[in-house]
Nanobody, 116 residues
Framework: QVQLVESGGGLVQPGGSLRLSCAAS????????MGWYRQAPGKPRELVAG???????NYANSVKGRFTISRDNAKNTVTLQMNSLKPEDTAVYYC??????????WGQGTRVTVSS
């Protein structure tokens, strides 16, 4: 059974940083492209960043230059370093495979609030 557990969210002031982590189990993590997604109140879930099994990355324009995605295939974890946070980054953040598959249920997510 696939399990995705996100952590590391919290309340941070604009301009601050947070580091999110995702622990994956029940899948062949090393061959999967992984993504960090977010869902802000009243908005659809969106892909924020992705990383292939080989380490190639891509980012949404809104976070490019501020966020960095990385992975540790030995530990089955994927990380999102978020710098220069803005109020519009406020959302619940999730990790999952990319593209999302029906058989890969979403985890609980981790809430990020950027506010002064």
């Amino acid at each position: 059974q696939v399990q995705l557990v996100e952590s590391g969210g919290g309340l941070v002031q604009p301009g601050g940083s947070l580091r999110l982590s995702c622990a994956a189990s029940g899948m062949d993590f090393t061959i999967k492209t992984m993504g960090w997604y977010r869902q802000a109140p009243g908005k659809p879930r969106e892909l924020v960043a992705g990383i292939t099994s080989g380490g190639s990355t891509n980012y949404a324009n809104s976070v490019k230059g501020r966020f960095t995605i990385s992975r540790d295939n030995a530990k089955n974890t994927v990380t999102l370093q978020m710098n220069s946070l803005k109020p519009e980054d406020t959302a619940v953040y999730y990790c999952n495979v990319y593209p999302v598959a029906v058989s890969y249920a979403w985890g609980q997510g981790t809430r990020v609030t950027v506010s002064s």
